[in-house]
């Protein structure tokens, strides 16, 4: 049989032609690889609303995603040599800072939707000194901005780490590793050569968790189809899903309540509660830590309850089998749907509600007694600390 030969400069054209493939086919790869798993952000970044496309809907009040900050940049181990210098001193430069991770706070969020997107955010290391005392250059710092009542924890220890409240803020979450010292820096009278330099300090890594517990005046809490979705749309310019089903209301739902000479306050309405909660029951606990912050929880049942002694009871117990805490917020209770009550009914439901929390009978519909609601509100988020 007969060999089949190639002339010497075709088989190197084929040989680079195939190189230059695999090369490319490589770089491909790698690139998928990093997109898909968030390794590598473009640097200065900021990670906020704008970075991803939004979904309608979704709110997202808790993140876990893996944090990197930068390693610092290794100090230079040189010596001054040039034509007119033979023999010069030591002159190596100090390396960089490696790259922060901050937490930025933006009362234009609401949500953590769009660090869903960001599972590892990884941050800049810092450049080595070079020759002629020249300093590395620093990592570009990472900054996340999060909705106003975040909170980070690192997930092994449980730890708070950070906590944002106001608009601007900033927080230095984790920080990057220091820059190394060069040579230069070692020089002394009786060591005038010195043969070492820094390596840089390491950066902070970890898996980290984001929570998000919504600020507000106060919280709305009631079972199911209590109308706190309704009164939430009356009081506020907030337009929640109202419909005549439990469970309408899935996730927390802001308004902002406008009060005399153009004051206002905050009120969250939070997804029902039901007896079994704690034990996972309905939407279980999930979104009672947004009322933590909160100074004053409104109770809401209905007046067609069958008991609304025990009403109030359950939704006690509920909230203190998750904080025992939060008893010792300020309670109000406001019997919803109270127009379809005439004065003998209420004196009987008036009997059966603890007499040491506030009551009143309102009608998101006919809009009776939500003037007297607003004003109880506002003078339990007023009164004075010493009356507390």
């Known amino acids: 049989m007969e060999e089949t030969s190639f ?12 190189t230059s493939a695999l090369r490319v086919l490589l770089h491909r790869i790698q690139l998928r690889t990093v997109l898909a798993s968030n390794l590598l952000l473009p640097l200065p970044f900021i990670i906020n609303s704008t970075t991803v496309v939004s979904e309608r809907n979704n709110f997202i009040d808790y993140i876990r995603i893996f944090c990197h900050s930068g390693h610092g940049g290794a100090g230079a181990r040189h010596f001054m040599r040039n034509k007119l210098t033979a023999k010069g001193g030591p002159d190596g430069g100090d390396g960089g800072r490696g790259a922060h991770i901050i937490l930025k706070g933006n009362a234009n969020l609401w949500t953590l939707l769009h660090l869903r997107y960001y599972k590892n955010v990884i941050a800049e290391d810092g450049e080595s000194g070079g020759k002629n005392n020249c300093t590395g250059r620093e990592g570009h710092d990472i900054v996340i901005e999060v909705p106003l009542g975040t ?15 106001e608009d601007g803020q900033e927080i230095v979450w984790l920080r990057g590793g220091r820059g190394g010292l060069g040579n230069a820096n070692f ?23 984001l929570e998000l517990k919504v600020l507000a005046d106060v919280g709305l809490v009631g079972f199911p189809n209590a109308g706190k979705s309704t009164l939430l749309s009356v009081i506020t310019a907030a337009k929640p899903k109202i419909a005549n089903y439990a469970f309408t209301t899935l996730v ?4 902002m309540v406008a009060y005399r000479n153009d004051q206002s306050f905050c009120i969250a309405d939070l997804p029902g509660i039901i007896e079994g909660a704690s034990e996972g029951k ?3 606990h999930r979104f009672l830590r947004h009322i933590e912050r909160n100074s004053c929880l409104l109770f809401l049942i209905p007046a067609d309850s069958n008991d609304h002694k025990k009403e109030f009871a359950i939704l006690r117990s509920e909230l203190a089998q998750y904080n025992p805490e939060m008893l010792q917020k300020d309670f109000i209770i406001a019997i919803s749907k109270s127009d379809m009550l005439d004065d003998e009914l209420k004196q009987a439901i008036t009997a059966e509600l603890p007499p040491n929390v506030p009551h009143l009978f309102i009608s998101s519909v006919t809009e009776m007694g939500l ?10 988020l007023n009164k004075p600390a010493s009356a507390e």
């Open 7 to 18: 002339p010497k400069g075709g088989m190197i054209g084929l040989v680079t032609v195939v």
């Open 151 to 165: 909170i980070a924890r690192d997930e092994e220890t449980g730890e708070i780490e950070a906590e944002i409240l």
């Open 187 to 209: 020089a002394t009278p009786t060591n005038q050569v010195p043969e070492h330099a820094q390596p840089g300090e390491p950066g902070v890594e970890g898996w980290k968790n």
């Open 252 to 255: 927390p739902q802001l308004g």
């Open 282 to 284: 309905g939407l279980g």
């Open 371 to 380: 003037t007297a609601l607003k004003d109880q509100l506002w003078q339990i």
